[in-house]
């Protein structure tokens, strides 16, 4: 009777654990603000792999998807999944980051002054502060925690390009998997200048502009934009062009206004911060978020290659009309139109996103690919066709060639 006892105990507890795994995921799902479709491969058509992120409205990512979760159409009509997984593991990630140096990543007021407001240092007889023994500047941090961020992807498959900006923009380390290259470019920052902040963005966005992959741009700054030629909206429409969402931690005295409003228009995340001495614990978050990317596979029950123009709709129906729904349409100039629905709330989208509905999809699949190959489809059939009957030919030749051979001879 104990063994019995014991056995029906731990079934409880596992049926419970399931429960509360199985009720967790369709919470997060029905609080669940936003779906955002990354990348749709169709190179095995009619094979077609979707990489999307879930999130909550506070851009935690939702775990635990399934095909129990998710829908997808195509064209208006509800395809069969085959599969969702996690895709950070097979899809590569690409991250331009952009990093401040400018003369402020010098010093830190939450270090250097205590929660009252006293001073921490102390001034020399030569003028000169005198730092607490246990400061670090600004900089330094960010170069440590910056590393530990490169470190956590996986640069056999991932690429990481980076831009510094101080007065003006740094010549950026164009995107690479080697990790001393870019550890040596990381400590090489200097702590001078002003803040180029936009022409520092445009530079890292331009990083990323022929990527195929799952993108992003992740910026630090502890300073407003007082000398770059470019502006907000310069950022925003670049940014959404490109299909990248742009994750900004704002440190000490930034626009919080202003960058959040970048992140949003993006559908990327705002961070903030006060002192250096949290930029670890910021960017292991945004690492998360980065590749916290899932993987839908279907068939398409179309396999007519001449309809270039596709449109592809991925929700969740974890509960009726709560979840948004993504759309991408494939069309012949090579645009998506991606709409994003909150049929809980009514959110107000700022005129910055207005023209959010226009997307390059770089990683969506061409029309001309899907052209050539059908061609050259058609063109290996009748290459081999051709071939065939060419070697008939010479076949029945030789014969008739060693048969007439044979009755000369025969009659000689």
Request: one cysteine or more; aromatic letters at 6%; proline letters at 3%.
């Given at each position: 009777?104990?063994t019995?006892?014991q056995i029906m ?10 429960a509360?795994a199985?009720?967790s995921t369709?919470?997060?799902l029905r609080e669940?603000g936003?779906?955002?479709?990354l990348?749709i491969d169709?190179?095995?058509?009619p094979k077609i792999?979707?990489?999307f992120?879930?999130?909550?409205q ?9 095909e129990?979760?998710i829908r ?11 599969e969702?997984k996690?895709s950070a593991g097979?899809?590569?990630v690409?991250v331009?980051?952009v ?7 010098d010093e830190?007021?939450a270090q250097?002054?205590d929660?009252?407001?006293k001073?921490?240092?102390?001034i ?7 730092v607490p023994n ?6 330094d ?7 530990q ?5 996986d640069?056999q498959?991932d690429?990481i ?8 923009v740094d010549?950026p380390?164009a995107?690479?998997?080697n990790e001393?290259?870019?550890?040596k470019?990381i400590s090489?920052?200097e702590?001078?200048?002003k803040t180029a ?5 445009m530079?890292?966005?331009?990083q990323?502009k022929n990527?195929?992959g799952?993108k992003a741009?992740?910026?630090?700054t502890?300073g407003?934009?007082?000398t770059s030629?470019s502006t ?6 670049k940014?959404?062009s490109?299909?990248?969402?742009v ?13 959040s409003e970048?992140c949003?228009?993006t559908n ?5 911060t006060s002192?250096?001495t ?5 960017y ?5 978020r980065v590749?916290?990317?899932y993987q ?10 001449t ?7 991925l ?16 069309s ?5 139109s991606?709409?994003?629905?909150h ?7 700022s005129?910055?996103t207005a023209n959010?509905?226009l997307?390059?999809v770089?990683g969506l699949?061409k029309?001309?690919m899907?052209?050539s190959?059908a061609?050259n489809?058609?063109?290996?059939i009748?290459?081999?066709l051709?071939n065939i ?7 029945t ?5 060693k048969?007439?051979k ?5 009659s000689i």
């Amino acid at each position: 009777m104990k063994t019995l006892s014991q056995i029906m105990v731990s079934a409880c507890i596992i049926t419970c654990l399931t429960a509360n795994a199985q009720t967790s995921t369709k919470t997060a799902l029905r609080e669940a603000g936003k779906i955002h479709i990354l990348n749709i491969d169709a190179h095995a058509f009619p094979k077609i792999s979707v990489s999307f992120k879930a999130e909550q409205q506070n851009g935690v990512p939702v775990w635990g998807l399934s095909e129990k979760n998710i829908r997808i159409s195509e064209d208006g009509k509800q395809q069969l999944i085959s599969e969702v997984k996690p895709s950070a593991g097979s899809v590569p990630v690409f991250v331009s980051l952009v990093v401040d140096h400018s003369g402020s990543m010098d010093e830190d007021h939450a270090q250097l002054y205590d929660k009252e407001g006293k001073p921490r240092f102390t001034i020399d007889k030569d003028d000169n502060m005198v730092v607490p023994n246990d400061y670090t500047s600004p900089i330094d941090n960010a170069k440590s925690a910056i590393k530990q961020f490169t470190s956590s992807f996986d640069t056999q498959k991932d690429f990481i390009s980076l831009t510094g900006f101080g007065t003006t923009v740094d010549k950026p380390l164009a995107l690479t998997h080697n990790e001393n290259i870019i550890i040596k470019s990381i400590s090489d920052l200097e702590a001078i200048g002003k803040t180029a902040l936009y022409d520092g963005m445009m530079t890292g966005i331009e990083q990323l502009k022929n990527a195929y992959g799952i993108k992003a741009l992740v910026v630090l700054t502890d300073g407003q934009d007082n000398t770059s030629k470019s502006t907000q909206n310069d950022v925003i429409e670049k940014a959404v062009s490109e299909n990248i969402p742009v994750y900004i931690i704002g440190l000490g005295d930034v626009g919080k206004s202003t960058l959040s409003e970048i992140c949003t228009a993006t559908n990327g995340q705002f961070f903030y911060t006060s002192s250096s001495t949290s930029l670890e614990s910021i960017y292991t978050t945004i690492s998360q978020r980065v590749q916290a990317i899932y993987q839908v596979e279907y068939v398409s029950e179309n396999t007519d290659k001449t309809q270039i123009a596709r449109t592809i709709l991925l929700s969740s129906f974890a509960k009726k009309n709560v979840m948004d729904e993504a759309k991408y349409t494939i069309s012949t100039s090579d645009v998506a139109s991606l709409n994003i629905s909150h049929p809980d709330n009514n959110i107000q989208k700022s005129e910055n996103t207005a023209n959010k509905n226009l997307l390059n999809v770089a990683g969506l699949p061409k029309v001309k690919m899907l052209q050539s190959s059908a061609i050259n489809n058609e063109m290996d059939i009748f290459w081999i066709l051709g071939n065939i009957i060419l070697a008939g030919f010479i076949a029945t030749a030789i014969l008739f060639y060693k048969k007439k051979k044979a009755e000369r001879n025969y009659s000689i």
